[in-house]
């Protein structure tokens, strides 16, 4: 097989912080709509935040048309990027912690992140502001008012020196800010709080005191020897993750109210159909990112039956404040595809007409999506340079039914789940026989796990927010997956009012386990490794596995390290750091079931998921679920 790379070989935008060939002309009149309504909003003198919903098939261009929003606006606006979340009591934690990754995305032809962009020029137009309505400036206020007027960025260039004159200016930016922010806004809730810790993440040029930083910008508890290197004080162990997001969310708005209008997009939201409660409270989470987030264009990208579904779901006043603006997002015509698959074939120095017969490229370009195109014009590219056989060009009617058939089943399972029915273990010969056929299905889910892993790898020494709610919620999304045909029961165990690591008790006809996560630190970590290793000793018939990612801290304190051995003693207790495999093929799983669900990859949930446990069988996930057989 030869290594000579298909120009069709990647078709799929997985974050609008990706690059891949833009042919302007496609959904160029829906990109210049969405400019002006930023252009509405910073000229608003009210600031209000508005809503458009982007509506289009799977595979037609949604996440590309953000893409292309992030390539060319980047330099002005920022751009955040909010995936589906996962748990219900954790929404807006989820979308702040999203956020959070998207402001460390560096700005093209630049040294600088989105959060680096946006906190230089906020802070130097409050501080230039305040400063030209002062007469009889001293001379550190003089060169202070002189060296941000010069450029915003030199609040790092210049004022990022570790010397006794550049203490000071800085001592006197958290000065002037912090009474700004009272004046303008008070000093109630968490907001004042915050806006001293982005002017500790400005003033500091240590990477590691800026990761400590923006760990403790996102609500975490720090140690105290991490607390002491960035001057900072802990968060109280009662925090309101919720409204200490929706807070933290408003603060950068507020900001921006200094710089340019926030782009907060929305997207791969296909799941939520699953989950009732999940999506009420992402309902009510985006009416309230609305009422307390200016300054904001807020997109949310969808298919046309999810949009109808969720608009006779959520209250309308939500939606009202959603859909201000309908994008739809029609199938290009086929002169315009053409151009773009002519696009990714000049990239390598091709040309289509040279590449495909006319009849080839006529079966590439009568495809329904531009994703279908680039896939079929890969499935040619691979056939004519590799010899590998061609997927079947069309479906019979009998397996378009078929197919809407099991569609059907699977979501009679779903239902049957939800309302606690027995779900049948035993499936019909016929339906057993297509599951496990073998067929293209197999290497269609071994090339996906190979080609996400790799992205999964790139990935993991970013700077991310790792959530034990998070996490929990990848197991739950997973154990329903596994649910529609396997026997499995799911639940919390609970200890009086006392808090708990986040976790999930699954129960399978041979064992039950209970999964958990507790990434926090501090005195957070200890007491709730105590209330734990209290249900462990309850409850000798469960095994109790609990999660920590390698790359959080390594717990040093003696309590902690005293309930991490007493955890590891119990005949039916580990305690496991989660190195880079388990990481990656956790994330694997998870991935699969979301991109399924969210058709960016065409296959039978049901088939892709007993195709996994034979690929991965060593997975600590996988094993579990193997076990309900």
């Known amino acids: 097989m030869t290594d000579k790379p298909n120009p069709f070989g990647t078709c799929r935008v997985d974050t609008p912080f990706q690059n891949h060939a833009d042919l302007k002309e496609i959904y160029q009149d829906e990109f210049e709509i969405l400019k002006s309504i930023l252009t509405d909003i910073k000229h608003d003198p009210n600031s209000q935040s508005k809503g458009a919903v982007v509506i289009g098939e799977a595979g037609c261009g949604k996440t590309h048309l953000m893409m292309r929003l992030a390539k060319e606006l980047l330099n002005n606006n920022r751009l955040l990027f909010i995936r589906q979340p996962n748990n219900p009591n954790a929404v807006l934690f989820h979308i702040y912690s999203r956020i959070l990754e998207s402001f460390v995305e560096m700005i093209p032809n630049s040294h600088y992140s989105q959060l680096e962009y946006l906190l230089a020029h906020s802070f130097s137009k409050i501080i230039i502001e305040i400063l030209n309505k002062k007469d009889n400036l001293t001379k ?70 800026r990761e400590l930083v923006r760990k403790w910008l996102s609500g975490n508890q720090l140690e105290a020897s991490e607390l002491d290197n960035i001057k900072l004080d802990n968060w109280s162990e009662e925090i309101s993750q919720e409204e200490f ?122 495809q329904n999506s531009i994703r279908r195109v680039l896939n079929w014009a890969s499935h040619y590219y691979r056939h004519q340079v590799d010899g590998i056989p061609l997927p079947h060009k069309t479906r019979s009617f009998e397996e378009e039914v078929r197919e809407e058939f099991q569609t059907l089943k699977d979501e009679i399972a779903w239902l049957k789940q939800q309302i606690k029915a027995p779900v049948p273990v035993q499936q019909d010969k016929a339906i057993e026989d297509r599951l496990i056929t073998p067929s293209n299905d197999e290497q269609l889910v071994r090339d996906y796990l190979n080609q996400q892993k790799a992205l999964l790898e790139q990935e993991y020494h970013k700077n991310v927010i790792i959530s034990d709610f998070d996490d929990i919620g990848k197991v739950i999304t997973t154990a329903e997956a596994f649910k529609t045909f396997k026997p499995l029961e799911t639940d919390c165990l609970r200890l009086g009012k006392r808090k ?130």
């Open 140 to 209: 550190n206020r003089e060169n202070l008012l002189k060296t941000l007027s010069s450029d915003p960025l030199n609040i790092y260039k210049v004022l990022g020196k570790n010397t006794e004159n550049k203490r000071k200016s800085w001592q006197l930016i958290e000065k002037l800010t912090l009474d700004w922010w009272a004046n303008t806004y008070g000093f109630g809730g968490y907001s004042a709080s915050i806006i001293k810790g982005l002017i500790k993440f400005c003033s500091y040029s240590d990477p590691r005191k």
């Open 245 to 366: 997001s929706l807070e933290a969310i408003a603060v950068f708005a507020k900001l921006s109210l200094a710089d340019e209008p926030l782009i907060i997009i929305f997207d791969q939201l296909e799941g939520l159909k699953y989950h009732e409660q999940l999506l009420l409270r992402f309902g009510e989470a985006v009416k309230e990112v609305f009422t307390h987030v200016p300054n904001s264009l807020i997109i949310i990208n969808l298919f046309p039956d999810r949009w109808e579904q969720m608009k006779t779901f959520l209250d309308n006043a939500i939606v009202d404040r959603i859909s201000q603006y309908e994008l739809i997002l029609n199938r290009p015509t086929n002169d315009k595809l053409k151009r773009l698959l002519a696009l990714k074939a000049q990239a390598y120095d091709l040309e289509i007409d040279k590449l495909f017969k006319p009849k080839e490229l006529k079966v590439i370009l009568n």
């Open 500 to 629: 708990l690591p986040e976790h999930l008790l699954i129960k399978t006809q041979k064992q039950s386990f209970v999964i958990g996560f507790l990434h926090v630190s501090g005195s957070n970590f200890s007491s709730r490794l105590k209330n734990f290793n209290q249900l462990v000793v309850n409850h000798k018939d469960i095994r109790f596995v609990l999660f920590r990612d390698v790359r959080e801290t390594t717990i040093s304190g003696k309590v902690g390290k005293e309930e991490i051995e007493k955890l590891n003693n119990a005949s039916n207790g580990r305690f496991i750091y989660m190195e880079k495999e388990d990481r990656l093929s956790f994330e694997l799983i998870y991935k699969l079931i979301v991109d399924i669900q969210n058709q960016d990859l065409e296959i039978d949930l049901q088939k892709a998921l007993i195709t996994l446990e034979n690929i991965m069988s060593d997975s600590w996930l996988i094993k579990i679920f193997k076990g309900a057989e």
